[in-house]
């Protein structure tokens, strides 16, 4: 049964207080990535580039009242029998992620992702130095002409921003848009024909097929980890150009790797799936995160076949040449 207003409002007001005023305050601080509050009290937040630890502890009798209080809100019990986690969206737009013992092997831990308080244009982009204009103005035309894209980078580069720019770029806001997440990240609040979908409701896989039957034009998941891969191939070959997804993956070569390894955990032969994945991902967009926590967009790449020397060439539509080889 969902919370009333009230209920919702009294229960988030429960868990502000247990976090404290200075865990909260960093919840808003728009420069804070994330926010980890350990199982041995600690409590972090990461910025880019940078982490620091904050003087306030939580307890593990708190942490467990906390991950209640967010359970109750996302609408999910981890009883530490037969659900570990809670999983989802807060009212105040943080991804929560809070583990329970025996998951948690010493003690209940918490996670937290600050929502992206701005969508980030590819104009921005260019003056913040992140891409050159020549990379800003193929994406603007990529968009436009419906390309299926695909945007790799590893853990915390800026995939989901550079979708949520995407999106909100050009045709695409025109377009009817369906959005698959595990948990609501990309801003499509400025696109007025849209249906968002969260994994909370059923698998990635199952949403995708759900999605054919609701006209999209165009299809966006936040992140494949898994066999969906396969499936969303499926999808945009039935008619959904400019669709575009996010995957974990380090270079364009390693996008393509990444792809043939979720593709085949739905097929016998993944061989026979290599000419489909060059064919299906159009462009490939590597966000590249350095270790001083800059971001860049070194260019537009597009797979061209997979060779007899085994490996994928790609090759260079705009920005670094010598990138599309690494």
Request: glycine share 12%; with cysteine; proline share 4%.
């Amino acid at each position: 049964m969902s919370l009333s207003p009230t209920a919702r409002a009294t229960t988030f007001g429960l868990l502000l207080k247990l976090l404290g005023s200075e865990i909260v305050g960093h919840m808003k601080d728009p420069l804070v990535e994330d926010i980890f509050l350990n199982a041995n009290g600690s409590v972090f937040v990461r910025y880019a580039g940078r982490k620091v630890r904050l003087d306030v502890r939580v307890d593990a009798e708190a942490m467990s009242l906390v991950i209640g209080y967010a359970g109750t809100l996302i609408g999910m019990t981890a009883d530490g029998v037969t659900r570990f986690a809670v999983d989802g969206k807060l009212p105040s737009g943080q991804r929560f992620h809070g583990v329970v013992p025996p998951r948690a092997a010493q003690g209940p831990y918490v996670v937290m992702r600050n929502p992206s308080r701005t969508i980030h244009t590819l104009g921005g982009y260019v003056e913040q130095g992140v891409m050159t204009e020549a990379v800003a103005d193929q994406l603007r035309r990529d968009v436009d002409d419906a390309r299926t894209i695909v945007i790799g980078g590893v853990t915390g580069a800026g995939k989901t921003s550079l979708m949520t720019c995407l999106v909100n770029t050009g045709a695409a806001r025109a377009a009817r848009i369906v959005l698959l997440e595990d948990a609501e990240e990309v801003n499509v609040d400025g696109i007025e024909d849209r249906v968002v979908k969260s994994t909370l409701g059923g698998t990635m896989d199952e949403l995708a097929y759900d999605a054919l039957r609701e006209r999209p034009e165009r299809i966006y998941i936040g992140e494949v980890r898994d066999r969906t891969m396969k499936t969303w191939i499926e999808v945009v070959g039935t008619g959904h150009p400019g669709s575009m997804l996010t995957l974990h993956a380090g270079s364009p070569r390693g996008v393509m790797v990444r792809a043939e390894q979720l593709v085949s955990e739905a097929v016998v032969d993944v061989a026979g799936q290599r000419a489909v994945l060059c064919d299906t991902i159009e462009r490939i967009v590597v966000v590249a995160l350095g270790r001083d926590g800059r971001r860049r967009v070194p260019g537009v790449y597009a797979p061209v076949k997979y060779n007899s020397a085994g490996r994928y060439e790609i090759r260079a539509v705009a920005g670094d040449e010598d990138y599309a080889i690494t």
